[in-house]
Antibody, heavy 125, light 108 residues
Framework: QVQLQESGPGLVKPSQILSLTCTVS??????????WSWIRQHPGKGLEWIGY???????FYNPSLKSRVAISVDTSKNQFSLNLSSVSAADTAVYYC?????????????????WGQGTLVIVSS | SSELTQDPAVSVALGQTVRIPCQGD??????ASWYQQKSGQAPLLVIY???NRPSGIPERFSGSTSGNTASLTITGAQAEDEADYYC???????????FGGGTKLTVL
């Protein structure tokens, strides 16, 4: 059974860097075949895809966040991480990590399965 | 604003069939995936690809696409299906991926 678990500070000060780690169990990031994503959800709002990474380190980001986002992978620890810089109150959200399937042959499709339980990050001084 | 448009709220009588649409030009080219999110929980994949259900998802959930609209259909809605439902697909420029704004399903 594949499980993902987010970890990191629940409180970050404005203008600082938000850093989260996702630990994967039951699957190996380095086996390839999947991407690994970060998604967030502002309080009471919808879902926002942040970006994903492949085991090789290739990344793909949401253009609206691209200038502030960096996703990295540590295959030795079976973890991937999110860094979001210059945060403000608008970055307060529940952050999820998820295993990501991307199919580009034929009619393309992408989906997330499974998701981590999510971690609330509040940006406040 | 989302490039995938969903109705904010839909209701269905217990045991009846409900269709939850997701509209966007990219859906003429890309399949949508669908997620169920109950209050206080992480989203759960219910449909992906043309019309595939992950293990454990009841058969009453199905997906379809026609033109620029993808739909999630629940045939014989149950009380436990009350949740928010989100579609997800590629954006029209094919440069990134987007979620729909979500539909709150109420089972009466």
């Amino acid at each position: 059974q594949v499980q993902l678990q987010e970890s990191g500070p629940g409180l970050v000060k404005p203008s600082q860097i938000l850093s989260l780690t996702c630990t994967v169990s039951g699957d190996s990031i380095s086996s390839g075949g999947h991407y690994w994503s970060w998604i967030r959800q502002h309080p009471g709002k919808g879902l926002e895809w942040i970006g994903y990474i492949y085991y090789s380190g290739s990344t793909f980001y949401n253009p609206s966040l691209k200038s502030r986002v960096a996703i990295s992978v540590d295959t030795s620890k079976n973890q991937f991480s999110l860094n979001l810089s210059s945060v403000s109150a608008a970055d307060t959200a529940v952050y999820y990590c998820a295993r990501t399937f991307v199919v580009v042959t034929g009619r393309s499709a992408g989906w997330f399965d499974p998701w981590g339980q999510g971690t609330l990050v509040i940006v406040s001084s | 604003s989302s490039e995938l448009t969903q109705d904010p709220a839909v209701s269905v009588a217990l045991g009846q069939t409900v269709r939850i649409p997701c509209q966007g030009d990219s859906l003429r080219t890309y399949y949508a995936s669908w997620y169920q999110q109950k209050s206080g929980q992480a989203p759960l994949l219910v449909i992906y690809g043309k019309n595939n259900r992950p293990s454990g998802i009841p058969e009453r959930f199905s997906g379809s696409t026609s033109g620029n609209t993808a739909s999630l259909t629940i045939t014989g809605a149950q009380a436990e299906d009350e949740a928010d439902y989100y579609c997800y697909s590629r954006d029209i420029s094919a440069k990134h991926w987007v979620f729909g704004g979500g539909t709150k399903l109420t089972v009466l």
